[in-house]
Nanobody, 128 residues
Framework: QVQLVESGGGLVQAGDSLRLSCAASGRTFSSYAMGWFRQAPGKEREFVAAISRSGGNTYYADSVAGRFTISRDNAKNTVYLQMNSLQRPDTAVYYC?????????????????????WGQGTQVTVSS
């Protein structure tokens, strides 16, 4: 199992950038594919970005592709989400998640149900 703690959220202006961090505890961080999800008030939790165990594969939701970058540093047990050109629709609570039991040959997943562990979330608010 793994414990996840997000940080780096805050209030920014439209067009600005922000970097979120997710610190993981445990000895087997590199065995987990990682993902970022977000949830705005009154809306369902939606996929944002995912990264494979080694960091060699990434995948993004269409809404953030080209603006957001997911990365990980396995030596530091940390996954990051660099968010550029933020706009008001990006306002949400952002969660990191870990997937430790993916099906064979699956390196990244967009499916919420395939993530086993979740952080507490960090608020990102974009003002206009």
């Amino acid at each position: 199992q793994v414990q996840l703690v997000e940080s780096g959220g805050g209030l920014v202006q439209a067009g600005d950038s922000l970097r979120l961090s997710c610190a993981a505890s445990g000895r087997t961080f590199s065995s987990y594919a990682m993902g970022w999800f977000r949830q705005a008030p009154g809306k369902e939790r939606e996929f944002v970005a995912a990264i494979s165990r080694s960091g060699g594969n990434t995948y993004y939701a269409d809404s953030v592709a080209g603006r957001f970058t997911i990365s990980r540093d396995n030596a530091k047990n940390t996954v990051y989400l660099q968010m550029n050109s933020l706009q008001r629709p990006d306002t949400a609570v952002y969660y990191c998640a870990a997937a430790g039991n993916l099906n064979p040959n699956v390196v990244v997943t967009t499916l919420l149900s395939e993530y086993d562990y979740w952080g507490q979330g960090t608020q990102v608010t974009v003002s206009s």
